[in-house]
C-alpha cells in the first residue's frame, strides 16, 4: 500500500521533465486542430476561386464532349491528352493545395512552437517487435483513438447524409440545364456542405484539443520518487553535495589556519570570534582579513597565534563587526579603517619596543 501511494503521480510536472518530453517530439497537440484547419481553409478557397475553377472546368468539359465525334483513339493521343488534363488539373488545384499547405504548417506551429526534435526522427527499432505492437494495439490509448474516430465517422457521416440527400433532390432540376450552370451549382453544392460540415467539425477539434492538453498533463504529471529522482539528477545527491561541502569547507579552513603565521594581529572578544589581520604597508592598500573563526576555531586560532607570537588584542565591538562583515581574503571596510588602524599602531608600537630591548 505504501509502494502504491509512493508511486501515485500527484505531482505536477516540472520544467525539466515537459522540456525532455518537447525534446522526444511529445507535446499536446489535436490532430482535429489541424484537420478542420485544413478543411476551412480548402472550404474557402474554394469560396474565392470558384469563379476561376468554374470556368476552367466549363471550358475543359465543353473541350472534350466536342472532340468525341472526331477524337481518334491512339497511344499518342491518349498519352498528350493525359499530359493535357495533369497540367490542366495542377493549374487549377494550385491555389488550393498551395493554400493548405501553407496553413498546415502554420497550424502545427500554432500548436507546438517551433521545434525541430532529431530523437522523433530517430528509427526505433522496438516498434519492430509483433508482440509489441499487437500490445500497443490493444492499449487503452489506440482503443480511445479508435473510439473517436468512430464517433467522428458516424457524427460527420450521419451530417454528411443528410445534407447530400437534400442536393441530390436538387440536383434532378438540373437536366437541360448549359454547363456553365451545371458546374455553379455542382461549386454551390460542394461550398454548401463544406461549410455546413466544417462547422460541425470545428465542435469536435474544440472538444479534442481540450481533451489532448488534459491527457498530455496528465500523462506528464510525476510521483514524488520522480521529483526526488529529478532533482538528484539536476542538483545532485543532497548527501553527496553536504559531503563536499564539508570537505570545501575543510579544505578552506586548512588553508586559512597554515596562512594563519603570517597575520599581525589576532582581535578577538574574547572568548567566542576571533579575526586574524595581515597588513603590508608597501603592498596591501588596507589591511587584509586571513582568517576567522567563532567558538571552538576561534579558540584554535588563538592558540596558533601564541604559538608564533602574534599579538592578540582584545575589542568585543570590534571583533564581531570584522566576522560579519568580512569574508577570508577580503579587506576590511572603510567603515572600520579607523578602529583597525589604531590596533595596528598599538601591535607595531609593541614590537618596536620589543626590538630595542632585545638589542640593549
Known amino acids: 500500500m505504501a509502494d502504491n501511494s509512493a508511486q501515485e503521480k500527484s505531482e505536477q510536472p516540472t520544467s525539466k521533465k515537459l522540456s525532455d518530453a518537447r525534446n522526444r517530439g511529445q507535446v499536446a497537440k489535436s490532430v482535429e486542430i489541424n484537420s478542420l484547419v485544413v478543411f476551412t481553409t480548402g472550404l474557402l478557397l474554394i469560396y474565392f476561386f470558384q469563379t476561376f475553377m468554374g470556368s476552367r472546368i466549363a471550358y475543359f468539359s465543353t473541350s472534350i464532349f466536342n472532340s468525341l465525334d472526331v477524337l481518334e483513339i491512339n497511344r499518342s493521343i491518349v498519352q498528350n491528352l493525359a499530359k493535357d488534363w495533369y497540367l490542366f488539373f495542377i493549374i487549377t488545384l494550385a491555389p488550393i493545395l498551395g493554400g493548405i499547405l501553407i496553413v498546415a504548417l502554420i497550424s502545427n506551429f500554432a500548436q507546438v512552437g517551433l521545434k525541430f526534435s532529431s530523437e522523433a526522427l530517430m528509427p526505433k527499432f522496438d516498434k519492430l517487435n509483433p508482440f509489441k505492437g499487437v500490445k500497443n494495439l490493444l492499449s487503452t490509448r489506440s482503443l480511445t483513438e479508435l473510439l473517436k474516430a468512430m464517433l467522428k465517422f458516424i457524427v460527420i457521416g450521419g451530417f454528411t447524409y443528410l445534407v447530400l440527400s437534400d442536393l441530390v433532390s436538387s440536383a434532378t432540376t438540373l437536366e437541360g440545364l448549359p454547363v456553365n450552370d451545371i458546374v455553379a451549382f455542382m461549386l454551390e ?30 500523462d506528464m504529471m510525476m510521483s514524488k520518487e520522480e521529483v526526488k529522482e529529478e532533482v538528484k539528477q539536476t542538483e545532485g545527491d543532497p548527501q553527496i553535495k553536504s559531503r563536499i561541502k564539508k570537505l570545501q569547507y575543510q579544505a578552506a579552513k586548512n588553508r586559512m589556519m597554515k596562512n594563519l603565521p603570517k597575520a599581525d594581529v589576532v582581535i578577538t572578544n574574547p572568548t567566542h570570534y576571533a579575526v586574524a589581520l595581515k597588513y603590508d604597508v608597501n603592498k596591501d592598500p588596507s589591511p587584509e582579513v586571513i582568517a576567522k573563526g567563532v567558538d571552538e576555531l576561534a ?6 597565534a601564541m604559538e608564533h607570537n602574534i599579538p592578540i588584542h582584545e575589542d568585543r565591538e570590534l571583533a564581531r563587526a570584522l566576522y560579519k562583515m568580512c569574508d577570508v581574503g577580503d579587506k576590511i571596510p572603510a567603515a572600520l579603517f579607523k578602529s583597525v588602524a589604531q590596533v595596528l599602531a598599538f601591535v607595531y608600537h609593541l614590537k618596536k619596543s620589543k626590538k630595542k630591548k632585545s638589542i640593549i
Request: proline letters at 0%; charged letters at 20%.
Open 299 to 304: 579558540q584554535r586560532i588563538k592558540k596558533v
Open 189 to 218: 453544392s460542394a461550398f454548401s456542405l463544406l461549410w455546413k460540415t466544417a462547422l460541425l467539425f470545428s465542435i469536435l477539434a474544440g472538444a479534442d484539443f481540450a481533451f489532448q492538453r488534459y491527457k498530455f498533463h496528465k
